[in-house]
């Protein structure tokens, strides 16, 4: 399969803010995961070289984001085996305390009014291991990490990873 990785930013409005800051770098490289299509993250990756040529700055900032849509799709998709940047990683160690309520904050707006149901229901079937790793793991370590992929654009790349696997259902969340 051939992916003209050029034409992806002309999916977005040229007006969008996907465009200006490289958020469609990370829905693009999710989606080739999600379709199963690793090997084509390395022309993703060559058109992001492409188009910002005089740019050192912005080449890293939209790898950066083609990285961390990568890290926060992995429980769902898997992780790219090539290097997708080659800066150091900006996320901070963050104590115990701190990723449970980050964790449990992202969850809850997630799941609203459903979110005690649906913990209840991760440690009913787990005997309590799947819903604390969820909440201290899943959500306070990785997803409700925001300073390169905002809450707005995680949402949309969980989105487009259950889009892509099939799992429609998973999106009412």
């Not at 977005?12 to 299509?37: E, Q």
């Amino acid at each position: 399969m051939s992916l003209k990785t050029s034409i992806l930013p002309s999916h977005f409005p040229s007006s969008s803010a996907y465009i200006r800051t490289y958020g469609w770098v990370a829905i693009a490289g999710v989606a080739i995961l999600g379709f199963g299509h690793e090997p084509m993250i390395a022309d993703l990756t060559r058109e992001v070289l492409r188009q910002t040529p005089d740019s050192e700055d912005e080449q890293i900032k939209a790898l950066r984001k083609l990285r961390e849509g990568c890290l926060k799709a992995s429980p769902l998709v898997g992780f790219p085996r090539q290097h997708l940047s080659h800066d150091k990683s900006l996320r901070a160690p963050v104590s115990l305390s701190e990723r449970q309520a980050r964790g449990k904050a992202f969850f809850s707006k997630i799941y609203a009014q459903h979110t005690d149901r649906v913990l209840q229901n991760l440690n009913d079937s787990s005997g309590g291991d799947l819903g604390e790793f969820a909440i201290n793991c899943i959500y306070g370590d990785l997803v409700a990490e925001t300073s390169i992929l905002s809450e707005k654009e995680t949402g949309l790349l969980e989105f487009v990873c259950c889009l892509c696997l099939g799992a429609a259902g998973q999106t009412k969340g």
